[in-house]
């Protein structure tokens, strides 16, 4: 039985029309504008000389994150050390601790900005290693104020249901889910950096800021302006609802735009030079205003009189909201 498949050799190139011929062209021009993307992002952020606007931005990052690390270490030895921790601490602690890395990571790589241009491999190496620890540690206060949003919510709209079904370890299980989730995320990232996916790793950066700008940003901003409404109620909102009201708007302000404008330079492969110096910044203040925050509130804004750092903390982080929304429930419900 003989074979009806023959291979005929010719020396003449051929042509393969079709849709192999619209893949490869469409495969083509993808790969050259996610290459365009990734020199363009890695020469602005890393290796391009900052002009005089980019190294003012520059040291007041450095100027900011310094004052800003030492709030955020005293708010860390307070509710780490000195206080007794509770559910709303516990997502204090580990948000005061992404920030302080935060500012680390922004610090470091703007004076490694201002200081050197060097395209040695090894300083390419530490610039990428702060970009990474900066972009991990945005994640992670994003998802902790995404959760302490929703949790203070809940705690002002439902406070019996919410003493009586709310899990124990709660504030600690998603503290540890935010940072191992960031944490993967930014494995993935260097992974497909690493190995020179550059496609796939413009793809995996338009997921990652997508999932952060239409789910969990949507989240933070309804639950803050729920949290808004109800407080405005209110006589005496309480302490901790004030707090989470003032920072929450405050990260709405500085770190939303960053998730905005970030996702909408990945979609047209578009950045400007002074993109990510400014983004830097806005992060930086919002990471540095926290203990701020935490320190008027809880003074009283008595400037005649300064108490002391502990007794400051302790009039903050108490639960006497809930125990007196609590009371105010059952005295409605017994009459």
């Not at 990052?61 to 030492?70: A, K, Q, R, T, Y």
């Not at 601790?97 to 530490?126: G, H, P, Q, R």
């Not at 899990?167 to 995320?185: A, D, E, M, R």
């Not at 405050?250 to 909408?264: G, K, M």
Request: hydrophobic share 50%.
């Amino acid at each position: 039985m003989r074979s009806v498949l023959s291979l005929n050799h010719t020396d003449k190139p051929q042509k393969y029309g079709g849709n192999y011929a619209t893949c490869s062209d469409s495969y083509e021009k993808a790969h050259n504008k996610a290459e365009w993307f990734h020199e363009q992002l890695f020469s602005i952020a890393f290796l391009t000389k900052p002009n005089s606007t980019v190294q003012i931005i520059f040291i007041l990052i450095i100027f900011i994150s310094i004052v800003g690390m030492l709030g955020n270490g005293c708010v860390i030895w307070q509710l780490g050390f000195c206080l007794k921790r509770n559910n709303f601490t516990t997502y204090i602690l580990n948000l005061a601790t992404a920030d302080f890395n935060m500012l680390m990571s922004a610090a470091a790589l703007s004076a490694i900005m201002l200081i050197t241009v060097s395209k040695e491999n090894y300083v390419k190496a530490i610039q990428t290693f702060f970009g990474q620890l900066n972009m991990l540690t945005h994640c992670v206060g994003l998802y902790l104020m995404t959760a302490i949003g929703v949790e203070r919510c809940l705690s002002i709209l439902f406070p019996i249901w919410v003493h009586c079904h709310r899990p124990k370890h709660l504030s600690t299980t998603v503290s540890v889910l935010s940072w191992i989730l960031s944490g993967l995320f930014n494995i993935i990232e260097f992974l497909l950096h690493y190995f020179c996916l550059t496609e796939a790793w413009v793809t995996f950066l338009r997921i990652i800021s997508g999932v952060n700008l239409f789910i969990f940003i949507p989240v933070m901003v309804v639950s803050t302006l729920i949290l808004f409404i109800k407080m405005s109620f209110r006589h005496q909102p309480g302490k901790l609802h004030t707090i989470m009201l003032i920072i929450l708007l405050f990260f709405i302000v500085t770190a939303v735009p960053y998730s905005v404008l970030f996702f909408l330079c990945i979609i047209d492969y578009q950045f400007h030079v002074i993109a990510i110096p400014i983004y830097t910044l806005l992060n930086v203040v919002n990471s540095s205003i926290n203990p701020i925050i935490y320190f008027f509130v809880g003074s009283r804004c008595n400037c005649k009189s300064w108490d002391s750092i502990k007794v400051v903390f302790h009039r903050v982080f108490k639960d006497e909201t809930e125990l007196t929304e609590l009371r105010t429930h059952n005295n409605i419900m017994m009459k």
